[in-house]
Protein backbone atom coordinates (compact mmCIF):
# COMPACT_ATOMS: atom_id res chain seq x y z
CA UNK A 1 0.00 0.00 0.00
CA UNK A 2 3.03 2.21 0.95
CA UNK A 3 4.40 1.40 -2.56
CA UNK A 4 1.21 2.02 -4.33
CA UNK A 5 0.38 5.37 -3.13
CA UNK A 6 3.73 7.18 -4.58
CA UNK A 7 3.62 5.43 -7.66
CA UNK A 8 -0.05 6.95 -8.58
CA UNK A 9 0.83 10.03 -7.35
CA UNK A 10 3.38 9.78 -10.43
CA UNK A 11 1.48 8.55 -12.70
CA UNK A 12 -0.80 11.74 -12.31
CA UNK A 13 1.75 14.34 -12.34
CA UNK A 14 3.29 12.69 -15.47
CA UNK A 15 -0.66 12.86 -17.01
CA UNK A 16 -0.53 16.86 -16.08
CA UNK A 17 2.70 17.41 -17.78
CA UNK A 18 1.63 15.26 -21.06
CA UNK A 19 -1.79 17.14 -20.56
CA UNK A 20 -0.02 20.52 -20.87
CA UNK A 21 1.95 19.73 -23.50
CA UNK A 22 -0.56 18.44 -25.86
CA UNK A 23 -2.65 21.57 -25.35
CA UNK A 24 0.18 23.94 -26.16
CA UNK A 25 1.17 21.88 -29.22
CA UNK A 26 -1.70 23.29 -31.29
CA UNK A 27 -1.18 26.65 -30.53
CA UNK A 28 -0.71 28.68 -33.78
CA UNK A 29 3.11 29.52 -34.35
CA UNK A 30 4.05 32.98 -33.09
CA UNK A 31 4.62 35.03 -36.14
CA UNK A 32 4.13 38.93 -35.49
CA UNK A 33 5.80 39.93 -38.80
CA UNK A 34 3.27 38.11 -40.29
CA UNK A 35 0.44 38.69 -38.75
CA UNK A 36 0.94 42.55 -39.11
CA UNK A 37 1.66 42.21 -42.61
CA UNK A 38 -1.58 40.58 -43.32
CA UNK A 39 -3.72 42.97 -40.77
CA UNK A 40 -2.13 45.97 -42.93
CA UNK A 41 -3.25 44.17 -45.88
CA UNK A 42 -6.67 44.00 -44.75
CA UNK A 43 -6.65 47.03 -43.27
CA UNK A 44 -5.91 48.48 -46.41
CA UNK A 45 -8.24 46.95 -48.61
CA UNK A 46 -11.02 47.59 -45.85
CA UNK A 47 -10.38 51.49 -46.62
CA UNK A 48 -10.35 51.14 -50.22
CA UNK A 49 -13.70 49.30 -50.01
CA UNK A 50 -15.39 52.72 -47.94
CA UNK A 51 -13.48 55.26 -50.35
CA UNK A 52 -15.02 53.40 -53.03
CA UNK A 53 -18.38 53.30 -51.27
CA UNK A 54 -18.10 56.56 -50.42
CA UNK A 55 -17.37 57.90 -54.06
CA UNK A 56 -20.24 56.44 -55.56
CA UNK A 57 -22.40 57.80 -52.69
CA UNK A 58 -21.52 61.08 -53.53
CA UNK A 59 -23.70 63.04 -56.27
CA UNK A 60 -22.05 63.80 -59.36
CA UNK A 61 -20.34 67.23 -59.48
CA UNK A 62 -21.63 69.29 -62.47
CA UNK A 63 -18.26 71.21 -62.88
CA UNK A 64 -19.87 74.56 -61.52
CA UNK A 65 -17.22 75.35 -58.86
CA UNK A 66 -13.10 74.64 -58.63
CA UNK A 67 -12.51 71.56 -56.69
CA UNK A 68 -11.45 71.92 -53.25
CA UNK A 69 -7.55 71.71 -52.24
CA UNK A 70 -5.53 70.42 -49.63
CA UNK A 71 -4.22 74.09 -49.27
CA UNK A 72 -8.25 75.23 -48.65
CA UNK A 73 -8.72 73.10 -45.85
CA UNK A 74 -7.94 75.45 -42.44
CA UNK A 75 -5.11 74.89 -40.59
CA UNK A 76 -5.83 73.60 -37.31
CA UNK A 77 -3.51 75.85 -35.32
CA UNK A 78 -4.70 78.89 -33.08
CA UNK A 79 -2.56 81.98 -32.05
CA UNK A 80 -2.91 81.60 -28.28
CA UNK A 81 0.32 82.74 -26.54
CA UNK A 82 -1.70 83.34 -23.64
CA UNK A 83 -2.50 79.73 -23.00
CA UNK A 84 -1.65 79.54 -19.81
CA UNK A 85 -4.37 82.10 -18.37
CA UNK A 86 -6.88 81.40 -21.44
CA UNK A 87 -6.90 77.79 -19.38
CA UNK A 88 -7.03 79.28 -15.81
CA UNK A 89 -9.87 81.41 -17.00
CA UNK A 90 -11.77 78.99 -18.72
CA UNK A 91 -11.79 76.83 -15.60
CA UNK A 92 -12.85 80.37 -13.90
CA UNK A 93 -16.04 80.60 -16.14
CA UNK A 94 -16.98 77.27 -16.14
CA UNK A 95 -17.02 77.28 -11.80
CA UNK A 96 -18.89 81.02 -11.92
CA UNK A 97 -21.28 79.31 -14.53
CA UNK A 98 -22.21 76.47 -12.28
CA UNK A 99 -22.44 77.84 -9.55
CA UNK A 100 -24.16 81.35 -9.66
CA UNK A 101 -24.80 82.14 -13.49
CA UNK A 102 -26.38 79.29 -14.73
CA UNK A 103 -28.68 79.12 -11.40
CA UNK A 104 -29.62 82.50 -12.23
CA UNK A 105 -30.86 81.93 -15.86
CA UNK A 106 -32.60 78.85 -15.16
CA UNK A 107 -34.41 80.83 -12.39
CA UNK A 108 -34.78 83.92 -14.89
CA UNK A 109 -36.42 81.11 -17.63
CA UNK A 110 -38.92 80.32 -15.55
CA UNK A 111 -40.93 83.70 -15.68
CA UNK A 112 -43.48 84.12 -18.19
CA UNK A 113 -42.33 84.20 -21.60
CA UNK A 114 -43.98 87.33 -22.62
CA UNK A 115 -42.02 88.91 -20.05
CA UNK A 116 -38.52 87.17 -21.01
CA UNK A 117 -39.36 88.01 -24.43
CA UNK A 118 -40.13 91.71 -23.89
CA UNK A 119 -36.94 92.05 -21.95
CA UNK A 120 -34.54 90.85 -24.68
CA UNK A 121 -36.72 93.02 -27.02
CA UNK A 122 -35.60 95.50 -25.18
CA UNK A 123 -32.08 95.30 -25.31
CA UNK A 124 -31.78 94.32 -28.41
CA UNK A 125 -33.48 97.77 -29.11
CA UNK A 126 -30.89 99.66 -27.41
CA UNK A 127 -28.25 97.77 -29.24
CA UNK A 128 -29.39 99.03 -32.42
CA UNK A 129 -28.01 102.62 -31.69
CA UNK A 130 -24.38 100.82 -31.51
CA UNK A 131 -24.97 99.36 -34.33
CA UNK A 132 -26.31 102.41 -36.42
CA UNK A 133 -22.48 104.25 -35.36
CA UNK A 134 -20.50 101.20 -36.12
CA UNK A 135 -22.09 100.21 -39.31
CA UNK A 136 -21.46 103.84 -40.56
CA UNK A 137 -18.00 103.48 -39.15
CA UNK A 138 -17.80 100.75 -41.66
CA UNK A 139 -18.92 102.59 -44.34
CA UNK A 140 -22.45 101.01 -44.89
CA UNK A 141 -24.61 103.76 -45.10
CA UNK A 142 -27.84 101.29 -45.96
CA UNK A 143 -27.29 98.88 -43.03
CA UNK A 144 -26.87 101.54 -40.60
CA UNK A 145 -30.18 103.61 -42.28
CA UNK A 146 -31.90 99.95 -41.62
CA UNK A 147 -30.80 99.68 -38.07
CA UNK A 148 -31.89 103.20 -37.50
CA UNK A 149 -35.34 102.68 -38.67
CA UNK A 150 -35.59 99.63 -36.59
CA UNK A 151 -34.72 101.70 -33.66
CA UNK A 152 -37.35 104.45 -34.31
CA UNK A 153 -39.93 102.01 -35.31
CA UNK A 154 -39.83 99.54 -31.85
CA UNK A 155 -39.18 102.81 -29.65
CA UNK A 156 -42.29 104.05 -30.55
CA UNK A 157 -44.75 101.61 -31.89
CA UNK A 158 -42.63 98.91 -29.83
CA UNK A 159 -43.61 100.77 -26.95
CA UNK A 160 -39.89 101.32 -25.62
CA UNK A 161 -38.78 98.29 -27.78
CA UNK A 162 -40.91 95.98 -25.93
CA UNK A 163 -42.04 94.27 -28.82
CA UNK A 164 -40.04 93.86 -32.12
CA UNK A 165 -42.59 95.17 -34.53
CA UNK A 166 -39.96 95.99 -37.45
CA UNK A 167 -39.24 91.94 -37.77
CA UNK A 168 -42.99 91.76 -38.61
CA UNK A 169 -42.72 94.74 -41.03
CA UNK A 170 -39.85 92.56 -42.38
CA UNK A 171 -36.68 94.40 -41.22
CA UNK A 172 -35.14 91.77 -39.95
CA UNK A 173 -32.26 92.51 -37.20
CA UNK A 174 -28.62 92.32 -38.02
CA UNK A 175 -26.89 93.79 -35.22
CA UNK A 176 -22.89 94.56 -35.43
CA UNK A 177 -20.14 96.10 -32.89
CA UNK A 178 -17.14 97.95 -32.69
CA UNK A 179 -15.17 94.37 -33.28
CA UNK A 180 -16.90 94.06 -36.77
CA UNK A 181 -15.81 97.92 -37.12
CA UNK A 182 -12.12 97.13 -36.35
CA UNK A 183 -12.45 94.04 -38.99
CA UNK A 184 -13.46 95.77 -41.38
CA UNK A 185 -10.75 98.47 -41.36
CA UNK A 186 -8.26 95.75 -41.34
CA UNK A 187 -7.36 94.32 -38.30
CA UNK A 188 -6.68 90.63 -37.33
CA UNK A 189 -8.23 88.94 -35.00
CA UNK A 190 -5.20 88.45 -32.93
CA UNK A 191 -4.37 86.29 -30.03
CA UNK A 192 -6.62 84.60 -28.80
CA UNK A 193 -7.68 85.66 -25.42
CA UNK A 194 -10.69 84.18 -22.88
CA UNK A 195 -12.22 87.05 -21.03
CA UNK A 196 -13.40 86.66 -17.11
CA UNK A 197 -17.20 86.41 -17.09
CA UNK A 198 -18.05 87.05 -20.78
CA UNK A 199 -15.62 83.50 -22.78
CA UNK A 200 -13.95 83.09 -26.05
CA UNK A 201 -12.70 85.93 -27.72
CA UNK A 202 -9.78 87.70 -29.18
CA UNK A 203 -7.44 90.83 -28.32
CA UNK A 204 -9.22 92.60 -31.09
CA UNK A 205 -13.19 91.57 -29.82
CA UNK A 206 -11.80 92.12 -26.95
CA UNK A 207 -11.16 96.09 -27.61
CA UNK A 208 -14.41 96.04 -29.68
CA UNK A 209 -16.52 95.09 -26.42
CA UNK A 210 -14.46 98.28 -25.12
CA UNK A 211 -15.57 100.01 -27.91
CA UNK A 212 -19.39 98.95 -27.57
CA UNK A 213 -19.67 99.89 -24.32
CA UNK A 214 -17.87 103.31 -24.88
CA UNK A 215 -20.41 103.92 -27.59
CA UNK A 216 -23.46 103.20 -25.10
CA UNK A 217 -21.89 105.22 -22.29
CA UNK A 218 -21.39 108.38 -24.67
CA UNK A 219 -24.94 108.37 -26.61
CA UNK A 220 -26.34 106.88 -23.18
CA UNK A 221 -30.05 106.09 -24.51
CA UNK A 222 -32.67 107.73 -22.20
CA UNK A 223 -29.89 108.19 -19.01
CA UNK A 224 -29.76 104.18 -18.82
CA UNK A 225 -25.86 103.99 -19.25
CA UNK A 226 -24.94 106.05 -16.42
CA UNK A 227 -25.96 105.90 -12.52
CA UNK A 228 -26.75 103.21 -10.52
CA UNK A 229 -29.50 101.84 -12.80
CA UNK A 230 -26.75 100.93 -15.46
CA UNK A 231 -25.55 98.04 -13.22
CA UNK A 232 -28.71 96.74 -12.83
CA UNK A 233 -29.48 96.92 -16.62
CA UNK A 234 -26.33 95.05 -17.21
CA UNK A 235 -26.80 92.87 -15.12
CA UNK A 236 -30.14 91.67 -16.21
CA UNK A 237 -28.51 91.81 -19.86
CA UNK A 238 -26.56 89.36 -18.78
CA UNK A 239 -28.89 87.25 -17.20
CA UNK A 240 -30.78 87.45 -20.59
CA UNK A 241 -28.21 86.41 -22.87
CA UNK A 242 -27.05 83.72 -20.89
CA UNK A 243 -30.67 82.28 -20.68
CA UNK A 244 -30.83 82.63 -24.26
CA UNK A 245 -27.51 80.51 -24.74
CA UNK A 246 -27.94 76.22 -24.24
CA UNK A 247 -24.04 75.91 -23.98
CA UNK A 248 -23.05 73.90 -21.24
CA UNK A 249 -19.20 73.85 -19.69
CA UNK A 250 -17.72 70.30 -19.98
CA UNK A 251 -20.85 68.81 -21.76
CA UNK A 252 -19.21 67.43 -24.52
CA UNK A 253 -17.38 65.37 -22.15
CA UNK A 254 -14.32 65.77 -24.17
CA UNK A 255 -10.68 66.54 -22.58
CA UNK A 256 -10.19 68.62 -25.55
CA UNK A 257 -13.21 70.97 -25.50
CA UNK A 258 -10.63 74.45 -24.52
CA UNK A 259 -8.87 73.80 -27.56
CA UNK A 260 -12.17 73.13 -29.68
CA UNK A 261 -14.24 75.74 -28.51
CA UNK A 262 -10.97 78.12 -29.49
CA UNK A 263 -10.75 76.52 -33.21
CA UNK A 264 -14.84 76.83 -33.85
CA UNK A 265 -14.37 80.52 -32.39
CA UNK A 266 -11.34 81.82 -34.59
CA UNK A 267 -12.66 79.76 -37.79
CA UNK A 268 -15.79 81.46 -37.13
CA UNK A 269 -14.20 84.90 -37.32
CA UNK A 270 -11.82 84.63 -39.70
CA UNK A 271 -14.57 83.51 -42.08
CA UNK A 272 -16.63 86.82 -40.68
CA UNK A 273 -13.64 88.66 -41.81
CA UNK A 274 -13.43 87.18 -45.37
CA UNK A 275 -16.76 87.53 -45.51
CA UNK A 276 -16.63 91.11 -45.33
CA UNK A 277 -13.68 91.77 -47.44
CA UNK A 278 -15.13 89.78 -50.28
CA UNK A 279 -16.17 91.74 -53.33
CA UNK A 280 -17.75 89.48 -55.47
CA UNK A 281 -19.40 85.88 -55.32
CA UNK A 282 -16.82 83.43 -56.55
CA UNK A 283 -15.93 82.44 -60.13
CA UNK A 284 -18.08 79.36 -61.67
CA UNK A 285 -15.82 77.20 -63.49
CA UNK A 286 -16.79 75.65 -67.01
CA UNK A 287 -14.90 72.61 -67.68
CA UNK A 288 -16.39 72.34 -71.13
CA UNK A 289 -14.40 75.86 -71.42
CA UNK A 290 -11.02 75.94 -73.39
CA UNK A 291 -7.92 76.08 -70.98
CA UNK A 292 -6.89 79.68 -71.96
CA UNK A 293 -10.66 81.02 -71.23
Known amino acids: MRTTAPVIMLLLALGGCASQEVRYRYLPPDTP ?34 PITPADAPPLTTYDPWAHFNRSMYRFNARFDEAVFLPVANGYRRLPSPIRAGVHNFFGNLAEVDSVVNYTLQGRLGRGLRSLGRFAINSTLGLGGLFDVAEKLNIPRAPTGFGTTLAKWGMHPGPYLVIPFYGPSTLREGIGLAGDYGTSYAVNVANLYRDGQSWGLGVLNAVDQRANVDFRYYASGSPFEYDTIRFLYVRKLLIEDAGLHRKEPPKRVNPDAPAGE
Open 33 to 66: AADNAVNLEKALGLAAQVASAAKSAMPETTGEFA
